[in-house]
């Protein structure tokens, strides 16, 4: 089962835009993880963000988790074409036996 | 590089066979975790292991298992293999048992069963 799904599934944008991804999700949650997988490539861990967190901020990349909606945002500023990539959010589920449970992801194009 | 070495990288294989895909944590990691990726479930988590010990157990077929031994590698076993188990699957480790951790992910075993 999917617990996080992520908005939109695509995103095509140009260089030096900002791209804006969301997540939604249906419980209530420990942390909330955002992974990026270039094609066909391991996931690579890019920001956890903790339940009683609002808002954390990583090089060009900045997250948002309000806990009211369920839902979570990744910005890029300033986005390059080495940030194509396909982007997942990933939450653990408070009391859940089923762990680390990922969305489909974002696929983010950004034209150079 | 994550640190999480995954073997083979690519395998074929005709249905009804068995395989073993190996996994290597990071150093120093005790918790190793096993992913199914397909283009239609999506990232699908398989299993944990803590320290040798199954620690979590999500969506993993009976015709799968798995183990972590002493040195800290894993193995997953695929039996009696189906088209539908075609896929990626990862394996990841993290330094403890809690979701809290950052996990670090192999590049994964491409399986295609024909």
């Known amino acids: 089962s999917q617990q996080g799904e992520e908005d939109p599934q695509a995103l095509s944008i140009q260089e030096g835009e900002n791209a804006t991804m969301n997540c939604s999700y249906k419980t209530s949650i420990n942390n909330l993880q955002w992974y990026r997988q270039n094609s066909g490539r391991g996931l690579v861990h890019l920001i956890l963000i903790r339940s009683n967190e609002r808002e954390k901020h990583s090089g060009r990349l900045r997250v948002t988790l309000d806990t009211s909606k369920k839902s979570s945002s990744l910005l890029i500023t300033a986005s390059r074409a080495a940030d194509t990539a396909s982007y997942f959010c990933?939450?653990?589920?408070?009391?859940?036996?089923?762990?680390?449970?990922f969305g489909k992801g974002t696929k983010l194009t950004v034209n150079p | 590089d994550s640190g999480v070495t995954q073997t083979p990288k690519h395998l074929i294989t005709a249905t009804g066979q068995r395989v073993t895909l190996r996994c290597s944590p990071r150093s120093g990691d005790l918790s190793v975790y096993w992913y199914q990726q397909s283009l239609d479930q999506g990232l699908q988590f398989l299993i944990q292991?803590?320290?040798?010990?199954?620690?979590a157990k999500g969506n993993i077929l009976e015709r799968f298992s798995a183990q972590q031994f002493p040195d800290l590698h894993s193995e997953l076993n695929l039996s009696s293999l189906e088209l539908g188990d075609s896929a990626l699957y990862f394996c990841?480790?993290?330094?403890?048992?809690?979701?809290?951790?950052?996990?670090?992910f192999g590049e994964g075993s491409w399986l295609t069963v024909v």
């Open positions: 990841a480790s993290s330094v403890g048992v809690s979701w809290g951790n950052t996990i670090y």
């Open positions: 292991y803590y320290n040798g010990e199954e620690r």
């Open positions: 990933a939450t653990d589920r408070q009391g859940g036996s089923e762990k680390l449970v």
